[in-house]
């Protein structure tokens, strides 16, 4: 099979990140819950969790009814709306403080590829700033500086090739939490920034903590200087708040964007935010900012989304996850502190990340101290032991509401056995 995958697909996989090194011959067969299997029957707890979607663990009954039955009534029909999009719109506008508008698109990089444009045709300005270490999709404005070698830092570090220079040259690249940066940066372009876009809580590196005065200084430059303020909530916005970080942090962005965990896995993405800026987009006819998408709102998706909404509502799910985010991470940073190993055990909620670091990062920069070695060798080594935490430096693992004490005993036992197998190589 991954020969064959290997003909015809480039690399053998859909998405970069997913051909991951010594990873080559994984084929999914099946995944429930806490737990997937590959087609050698070999079993894998997991905690990539696919980048972060199922927030209720894998085909959830409750999401698999409501596509199912759905799906029985309804496909795309591509003409006006469903009464589920309407719902779903009601539901986020009811949750994320600062929705006065909501659309749907199929994936995050359509919504954060939108709030730029509509940030730009709403301003009529060029530069977007972006933050060392955050992703934000793969369209050409934001694929830059994501996870960048140490002397890459600092200037402009594209991941891919085929971009325009005048596009990356539209992009400012400053560091997280850096306040001083952030108010020089609008002292010297403030005239000429259309939007900043950030995320909250930086999960494509793991997890930085945002000062709070730091979230409160973009919100108060993009205020003084007319620029739109994107908080790209893709990972943090249901995952960590049923309103976002946005509601944890008490800040109000212009724009917010999200995906991931509000259709369980569901391919979704959404863009709300002020009614001035989202009345903008063509769904409004005469609108001048062109929006569109074939599968926008499907039906299975939205179905998906409104059961997902409707469990987290519902249940205790995100206490359960919280709960069971603080045992790793204590557990975790006792199991390193009583081996000596200098560690930093980051995370919030359902989240977590252990650096090989001697103090807790703050920035991107810190995390280029990162021991790589034992990042990536002992999760190597978990595999042996049926668990799945992505081999790949400064990725996160997630827990979701389908893992169990019992899976988090297993992974702090394994985890042990793994690192001190890595210590003594
Ligand atoms: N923003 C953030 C914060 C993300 O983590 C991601 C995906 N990892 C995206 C945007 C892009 O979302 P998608 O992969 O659904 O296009």
């Known amino acids: 099979m991954p020969e064959r995958a290997r003909r015809l697909i480039p690399g ?9 090194p010594g990873l080559g ?17 070999r079993e894998y707890t997991d905690y990539h969790a696919a980048f972060g979607p199922p927030l209720l663990g894998h085909a959830d009954p409750d999401v698999d009814a409501a596509v199912t039955e759905t799906a029985r009534e309804l496909d795309l029909c591509g003409v006006g709306v469903t009464e589920g999009e309407v719902r779903l719109a ?36 060029r530069l977007v700033v972006k933050f060392q270490g955050c992703y934000h999709g793969w369209h050409d404005s934001v694929s830059l500086n994501v996870i960048s ?73 993009c205020t003084s200087h ?39 896995g569901y391919p979704i993405g959404a863009i709300g935010g002020r009614a001035d800026l989202m009345d903008l987009f063509s769904s409004r006819p005469g609108a001048p900012v062109f ?36 045992r790793v991470r204590t557990e975790l940073s006792a199991l390193y502190a009583g081996l000596g190993v200098p560690a930093v055990v980051a ?19 810190d995390l280029l101290a990162n021991d790589t070695g034992m990042f990536v060798g002992y999760r190597r080594r978990l595999l042996d032991h049926g668990i799945f935490e992505l081999p790949l430096n400064l990725k996160r693992s997630h827990l979701s509401y389908a893992h169990t004490d019992d899976d988090v005993d297993r992974l702090l036992a394994a985890t042990e056995i793994a690192v001190r197998a890595q210590l003594a190589d």
């Open 149 to 221: 070698a140490p002397d890459r830092v600092g200037r402009h570090d594209p991941i891919s090739t085929g971009i325009l220079p005048e596009v990356l040259e539209s992009t400012l690249v400053l560091r997280f939490n850096d306040v001083a940066q952030v108010r020089e940066t609008f002292a010297t372009h403030g005239a000429d920034i259309a939007a900043v876009i950030v995320e909250p809580v930086p999960h494509n590196v793991g997890c930085l903590l945002p000062d709070q005065e730091f979230l409160a200084a973009l919100r108060e430059e």
């Open 291 to 326: 929006f569109a998408g074939t599968y926008n709102g499907h039906p299975a998706v939205v179905a998906a989304a409104l059961a997902t909404l409707d469990k987290l509502r519902a249940e205790p799910v995100h206490e359960h996850v919280f709960r069971l985010g603080e």
């Open 90 to 125: 009601e539901t986020l506008a009811e949750l994320m403080p600062s929705f006065e508008r909501v659309l749907l698109t199929s994936t995050g990089s359509e919504a954060t590829f939108h709030a730029l444009r509509v940030a730009r045709a709403a301003t009529g300005r």
């Open 347 to 365: 995370g919030y909620g359902s989240v977590f990340v252990t650096y090989f670091l001697a103090k807790a990062p703050r920035s991107y920069d």
């Open 226 to 264: 007319g620029s739109v303020l994107v908080f790209d909530e893709v990972i943090t916005g249901v995952r960590h708040d049923l309103g976002g970080w946005q509601r944890i942090a008490g800040i109000r962005p212009d724009l917010t964007t999200m995906g991931k965990a509000i259709a369980n």
């Open 25 to 41: 011959d994984l084929v999914i067969a099946r995944a429930r819950g806490s737990r997937f299997w590959d087609t050698t029957g």
């Open 12 to 20: 053998g996989v859909n998405s970069g990140q997913r051909n991951v």
